[in-house]
């Protein structure tokens, strides 16, 4: 496993209890990108960096620290993570490189959680100049998404 900055740990069996879901349920729903960024931000913005959430979801980031300073968290799936806007993630969706380093230019990082090892996940917190940095040596591919390979690698040299 590549050296992280953090951990955040749950109880699978008392989550499983508290929602009235199986174990293999539970795992499934914290393991998926879509559901599991919810949970992510909140304990991200509440727990490690003692501020708030963005005001709405129209924002360039999702939380703010304690000293006003803004972060997006990213979940590090199997299939890898992306740095571009979500706006142009997904179907029928084009990457704007000029969208996203607006965005690169108005927080001071990422958030990146590694949900695939949950319950235990590791956290690595980013620096928006290192991205900035592996962005401007080609290390992230044209749309900003790299494989879950890739990022390790990257997060591990950070």
């Known amino acids: 496993m590549t050296k992280h900055q953090n951990l955040l740990k749950w109880n699978v069996s008392d989550l499983a209890k508290a929602m009235k879901m199986s174990e293999e349920d539970v795992k499934l729903y914290f393991k998926d990108g879509r559901r599991a960024s919810f949970i992510m931000e909140r304990l991200i913005a509440y727990k490690v960096f003692h501020g708030s959430l963005s005001s709405n979801e129209g ?84 749309t900003t998404k790299i494989s879950r390979q890739k990022a390790l690698k990257l997060l591990n040299e950070i």
């Open 59 to 142: 924002t360039d980031y999702d939380i703010i620290d304690n000293e006003g300073g803004k972060w997006e968290v990213r979940s590090l799936t199997k299939d890898g993570v992306y740095f571009c806007p979500s706006y142009m993630v997904g179907s029928g969706r084009d990457f704007d490189e000029v969208g996203f380093l607006t965005k690169l230019n108005n927080i001071k990082g990422y958030v990146i959680a590694d949900i695939t090892k949950f319950p235990n996940i590791p956290f690595w917190i980013i620096p928006k100049n290192k991205v900035m940095s592996c962005w401007k040596k080609k290390l992230l591919s044209y």
